[in-house]
């Protein structure tokens, strides 16, 4: 892997700078960047348990365990790799464009912040799901929507207060919300029967289920991208905060199922969501229950804080790139992008009211499409620009970097053959309405309507680029 100096790359001229005035606010440094991944990504196992009602424990387990090579480790590579060679706010979006056209970028950028929001109305959701044990009136009526609203009008404002103070929120979040399963993986060890890991009914598999649960736990690792210039040497900090969330984000979905599958009977009808706080129970106790339960609400938290902020700065970014009106761009007094929060904020408001496996299944649908695109754009700008400045370099040529992407494919062709007519059809309409938002908003650009910054040709960089290379080869 090689180091260059930020000047050197092709990047440097394609976005307007940030202003003087966002020059003071802090950067996110490695130890919030890593807990802002892991709350982007997972958060935990909260959530997990509908994996061992769809299939068992042992395919449960067996999904932890080969997923994230299929998945988490080519997405990790590939975020690094593009992130480092662009690493300014955006993220994917500017990938896609740069390999593909502006066109293509929008369409990456609609369909992933409508995942992001969607995701985002799954938290209070999650929130109050295990709360509602301990505190029955949050379960149904007004109770449930003023929680819901209080709580998103909450993270929202501490989304505005800065990067750096979620980052860190989110530190001390992930500490108490992982110590609990520290606690119940050590206390079960006496009580684990190994037989119970391998119980497997193949004929009554629930494979959507199965699978839906297991790509919404582990996937979203090129979030953190859309941030990416709001962190401190993000060439270097970026890469290295993507491995170790990888087997942080491993771990911590893997060892709490590992525990509560062999300490307990299976039953396989109390696998739901909000059910690890009565394993919790039942292996150590009503004190460890109520500690599950707080740090499931603790997590849902920082997932919802993580997720606005990578949210509203990927619109910042779109904002910079001339896709969005220049007004997204602006950023208040603390360097936070005020309306892409708002907006994503007003987002999850919208959509609070589904329920969890329809919102799980709309988004990891929608997710499917924007990946396709970026590991398109990932080979693509392999093969068209091999010589590009790459400051991290996964160490595969071009032949390489196609396998790379050829199991998250097939698995993504998984995911969108076992998707619901319903979630088809919903999905398919929020595709189709980002094919038309495109052109209209060219038109309210042609005729001056709103102002949009200079959108900038990133191809065309790396074309020059080529040809000097090609050139001086010549000479």
């Not at 992933?112 to 301990?134: E, H, M, Q, R, T």
């Not at 509560?260 to 009977?265: E, N, S």
């Not at 595709?431 to 709103?450: A, E, Q, S």
Request: with cysteine; charged share 15%.
């Amino acid at each position: 892997m090689e180091d260059h100096n930020n000047n050197d790359l092709p990047y440097a001229n394609l976005v307007p700078s940030p202003k003087a005035s966002t020059n003071s606010i802090h950067k996110v440094s490695m130890l919030p960047l890593v807990f802002l991944i892991f709350y982007e990504v997972s958060g935990g196992p909260f959530g997990a348990e509908a994996s061992v009602n769809a299939a068992g424990p042992f395919l449960a387990l067996l999904g932890f365990i080969i997923f994230p090579f299929i998945w988490c480790i080519p997405e990790a590579l590939i975020t690094a790799e593009m992130s480092t060679m662009f690493p300014i706010n955006g993220g994917f979006v500017v990938w896609v464009s740069s390999a593909l056209g502006p066109f293509w970028g929008f369409q990456v950028g609609w369909m992933k912040w409508l995942c992001g929001v969607i995701d985002n109305a799954l938290y209070p959701v999650l929130f109050l799901d295990y709360l509602k044990s301990a505190i029955p009136v949050l379960s149904t009526g007004l109770p449930r929507v003023a929680s819901i609203l209080i709580l998103t009008l909450l993270l929202t404002y501490l989304n505005y207060r800065g990067l750096t103070i979620v980052g860190w929120t989110a530190v001390f979040m992930g500490a108490f919300s992982m110590l609990p399963f520290v606690a119940m993986s050590l206390i079960s060890i006496p009580q684990l029967e190994p037989s119970r890991w391998f119980v497997m009914d193949l004929e009554n598999v629930n494979w959507n289920l199965y699978l839906n649960t297991l790509f919404w736990n582990l996937n979203y690792w090129d979030s953190v991208s859309t941030l990416t210039g709001e962190v401190e040497n993000p060439i270097k900090t970026l890469p290295k905060a993507l491995g170790y969330s990888v087997i942080f984000v491993a771990l911590s979905n893997f060892l709490p199922l590992l525990s509560g599958t062999g300490a307990i009977p299976f039953n396989r009808e109390l696998w739901t969501d909000g059910y690890l706080a009565e394993v919790a129970r039942v292996i150590g106790g009503g004190w460890l229950r109520l500690w599950v339960q707080m740090a499931a609400a603790t997590s849902s938290m920082g997932m919802f804080l993580a997720e606005m902020s990578s949210d509203s700065f990927q619109l910042l970014g779109m904002a910079e790139l001339g896709m969005l009106p220049e007004i997204f761009a602006k950023r208040s007094r603390y360097g936070t992008p005020l309306l892409g929060i708002l907006f994503s904020a007003s987002g999850v408001l919208l959509l609070s009211g589904l329920s969890f496996q329809e919102i799980v299944a709309a988004e990891n649908l929608l997710y499917c499409g924007g990946m396709v695109l970026e590991f398109i754009a990932f080979v693509r700008m392999r093969m068209k620009y091999p010589a590009a400045s790459r400051p991290y370099k996964i160490p595969v040529g071009t032949v390489g970097s196609v396998l790379m992407c050829v199991p998250p494919i097939v698995l993504i062709c998984f995911v969108v053959v076992l998707s619901t007519l319903k979630v088809g059809v919903v999905s398919f309409v929020m595709v189709m309405i980002g094919f038309l938002m495109r052109p209209c908003l060219n038109h309210i650009d042609g005729k001056r309507w709103v102002k949009f910054s200079v959108s900038c040709d990133l191809a065309a960089e790396f074309e020059q680029e080529k040809r000097e290379r090609e050139e001086s080869l010549l000479h």
